[in-house]
């Protein structure tokens, strides 16, 4: 069986600026109104019955979706964006006492404050990397009433009505 929830409806929503180095069209910072679909298959089982309470389910995707809301997602292994300051092995301590995220692509420089970012450990900000993201960040944040009866959980992220990605992982 499987359980759908269907973000547009459910209220899973975000709106967040992002940029896709070197593409000619969404090459320059811009933003979308995302919403995020979310799928579960699975056996029922429990006291009701149920593949995964949809409560948790959506508390968990509601979290993720506030966390990247009216920011800028840089994704900080882009081989296109250069960090200022950084080296080539780049990582999240990089940015820990930094007050402004500071980088370059193709000859642009960008001093964002860091509270307006979120930094994702991603190549790209597509809606391909953040659906697998949220997949893995839901996965590990339901983790503790994930049972065997789960067999796959897939994530749809869209930019729009009708323009998205979906990332399903399979857990058995």
Known sequence: MKIVINGINANLRFSSAHI???HDFCGYIHGHSYFVD???EGDRSGAFDFVIDFKDVKKSVCKICKELDHKLLIPIFNNNIKFKFADEDINFDFFEDKEYVEFNIDGKEY???KIDVVLLPLK????EELAKYF???LI?????ILKENISSVAIGVN??????????????
């Not at 590990?140 to 503790?144: H, V």
């Open 20 to 22: 896709i180095p070197k």
């Open 135 to 137: 997949t893995e960040l």
């Open 124 to 127: 790209h900000s597509s809606a």
């Open 159 to 172: 930019e729009g009505i009708g323009q998205g990605a979906f990332f399903k992982m399979n857990l058995i």
């Open 140 to 144: 590990k944040d339901i983790s503790s």
């Open 111 to 113: 001093k964002i404050p």
């Open 38 to 40: 979310v799928e579960i």
